[in-house]
């Protein structure tokens, strides 16, 4: 039986190829959506698409699939990046979550001198832009890197990738005239903490030869709303929405 439900295959998938879940996605299969033998869903490999697979055996730790046939080829999101400060909890679930849904092709974790939370997990986020690519029906997976320092970020920027960081100071043009004047198919988004950016660091990205100044209109947006406006913003303008 067919129930249109979407998981991430570690194992690369071909057609006719036998390949085992995890334990975690054989419980989720087994306990949670109720899946049984000879139920389909559909897989994706972060590689060459997406496939039909069928359940050959399910037992309490490993579930055997049989890959069926290829319903979607393969496609990477456009080259855009986001950079962000992480956040307390929830709040940095929601970016991770978002900037997966809205086609962020990488997502760094950027400690800057106000972000006030230590609490970074990289396995857990790359656990969160998984789900979100299942839910999304994205064919790839975002790379997400574990955290910067955003000095070193910056040191070592491709001057070739635009960086368009957020001012809350409302001191730079509007991100719609910068992405009207600068349609790059290569480009990153930077948003500061909670608290912004410090002067220090406001100095220091508008010296750099690559970076863009962008405002997100007259209000102030909390950090994680400023991560989702702005990706939408670029892909509208820039991005596989502009299509």
Not at 21 to 47: A, I, P
Not at 145 to 157: C, D, F, G, R
Request: hydrophobic share 35%.
């Amino acid at each position: 039986m067919a129930k249109n439900f979407r998981l991430y295959s570690s194992e690369e998938l071909t057609e006719q190829k036998e390949v085992l879940l995890s334990e975690e996605q054989t419980h989720y299969l087994k306990n949670v959506v109720r899946y049984e033998v000879g139920d389909t869903l559909n897989c994706f490999d972060n590689k060459n698409g997406e496939f039909i697979c069928q359940i050959t055996e399910i037992n309490k730790k490993i579930t055997h699939l049989k890959v069926l046939n290829k319903i979607k080829p393969f496609k990477i999101c456009p080259d855009i990046w986001v950079l962000f400060a992480p956040l307390k909890k929830d709040k940095t679930d929601f970016v991770i979550e978002k900037a997966t849904e809205l086609g962020a092709r990488k997502i760094i974790p950027t400690i800057t001198q106000f972000t006030n939370t230590s609490n970074i997990k990289t396995e857990r986020y790359i656990a969160q832009s998984i789900e979100a690519a299942e839910q999304c029906r994205r064919t790839d997976l975002p790379e997400v890197t574990p955290p910067q320092n955003l000095t070193a970020v910056l040191s070592q920027w491709d001057n070739d990738r635009i960086l368009f960081f957020m001012d809350e100071t409302l001191e730079s043009k509007s991100f719609y005239e910068q992405l009207e004047e600068n349609k790059t198919k290569k480009a990153a988004i930077l948003v500061g903490p909670e608290g912004g950016f410090s002067e220090d660091e406001l100095k220091h990205l508008r010296k750099c030869k690559f970076t863009k100044g962008a405002t997100l209109g007259p209000r102030i947006l909390r950090a994680e709303t400023a991560v989702a406006a702005a990706l939408s913003c670029w892909q509208m303008i820039a991005g596989d929405w502009s299509k």
